[in-house]
């Protein structure tokens, strides 16, 4: 059984960093795509950027590309996000996602590609 725990969320301000990461239990790594999506009341659940198995293809939402990085450690089954000059349109419940078919492409930014998914982390950037 998959289980996706996120960690790293709180209260920062604008401007600030913050590093989220997605510890994975029972996922096959070698396939694994890992995602952090993110949603706010009302809204649907946004892409935010998804990291292949072996680390060498990534995407990003255009709205956090230049100031974003994911990366993941397939040792200890972690998926980090790093996130840069924080705004407060980044204000969101942050969710992990991964799925083991072994493809990586566009399809990576829909969330209906992934088939787990975590209980989020909170993110609120003041003004």
């Known amino acids: 059984q998959v289980r996706l725990v996120e960690s790293g969320g709180g209260l920062v301000k604008t401007g600030a960093s913050l590093r989220l990461s997605c510890s994975a239990s029972?996922?096959?790594?070698?396939?694994?795509?890992m995602a952090w999506f993110r949603q706010t009341p009302g809204k649907e659940r946004e892409f935010v950027a998804a990291?292949?198995?072996?680390?060498?293809?990534?995407l990003y939402a255009d709205s956090v590309k230049d100031r974003s990085t994911i990366s993941r450690d397939n040792v200890k089954d972690t998926a980090v996000l790093q996130m840069n000059s924080l705004k407060p349109e980044d204000t969101a419940i942050y969710y992990c996602?991964?799925?083991?078919?072994?493809?990586?492409?566009?399809?990576?930014?829909?969330?209906?590609?992934?088939?787990?998914w975590g209980q989020g982390t909170q993110v609120t950037v003041s003004g």
């Open positions: 990291i292949s198995w072996g680390g060498s293809n990534v």
């Open positions: 029972g996922l096959t790594v070698s396939r694994s795509v």
């Open positions: 996602a991964a799925h083991e078919r072994g493809v990586f492409g566009s399809q990576e930014r829909l969330s209906e590609t992934y088939d787990f």
